[in-house]
């Protein structure tokens, strides 16, 4: 089955600055990959998502590139803001069927004022 | 997002008891899935259904069961509680038709298996 490693598992930055979160999956067929954020005691939601015919994807601070060919994709945070603090997991489908996700274990992202 | 709920949001219970979380949704959609969540484990699938007559097993279905009484109830079953089920469950829901991936969560239910 699919396998998704996300490191690093802790990021600590300092506000203003970028946080770059990277995701590895094994299952060549998977076509989509989207990134959900878990704020302390909520529940996770989408923040950004890619399908894999497109190799990068912005929405204002932040963004995802995506490489099929070595099989991993990341998310970058820029000018990051307190706000930004919580657990960030990506995903991948598991093949081509995108309504099944394997999740990564997790990136606890901190953001020092 | 408030148009998934879960309940009981807590729940405490004993080794061998047969528990049961539910989830609603008044958001239309057909698809519905049960996700367990462990510290440091991310998100597992334990099940999940595309519409009421239709029930799939996830990575991790040992020990529970589902039902899907109608388009807006799908309900994840202890049938006999451990210990290591002692986790954060997840009831989330998406819709093919329209909005197609994403997957919306309901609140969590924290249970501890004593």
């Known amino acids: 089955g699919e396998n998704v490693e996300q490191h690093p598992s802790t990021l600590s930055v300092q506000e203003g600055d970028s946080a770059v979160i990277k995701c590895t999956y094994s299952d060549s067929a998977s076509n989509y990959f989207p990134w959900y954020k878990q704020e302390l005691g909520k529940r996770p939601q989408l923040i950004i998502d890619?399908?894999?015919?497109?190799g990068e994807k912005k929405d204002q601070r932040i963004a995802v590139t995506l490489n099929k060919t070595a099989k991993h994709f990341s998310l970058h945070i820029t000018e990051t803001q307190p706000e930004d603090s919580a657990v960030y997991f990506c995903?991948?489908?598991?093949?081509?069927?995108?309504?099944?996700?394997?999740f990564g274990k997790g990136t606890l992202l901190t953001v020092n004022p | 997002d408030a148009d998934v709920t879960q309940t009981p949001r807590n729940r405490i219970t004993k080794t061998g008891k047969r528990i049961m979380l539910e989830c609603s949704q008044t958001k239309g959609h057909d698809r519905m899935y049960w996700y367990r969540q462990d510290p440091g484990l991310g998100l597992r699938l334990i099940y999940y259904s595309f519409d009421v007559k239709d029930i799939n097993k996830g990575e991790i279905s040992d020990g529970y069961s589902v039902s899907r009484q109608a388009q807006a109830k799908f309900s994840l079953s202890l049938e006999s509680a451990i210990p290591n089920q002692t986790a954060l469950y997840f009831c989330?829901?998406?819709?093919?038709?329209?909005?197609?991936?994403?997957?919306?969560f309901g609140p969590g239910t924290r249970l501890l298996v004593l």
């Open positions: 890619i399908r894999s015919n497109v």
């Open positions: 989330a829901t998406s819709d093919s038709w329209t909005t197609g991936e994403t997957q919306y």
């Open positions: 995903a991948a489908s598991i093949g081509s069927s995108n309504y099944k996700l394997t």
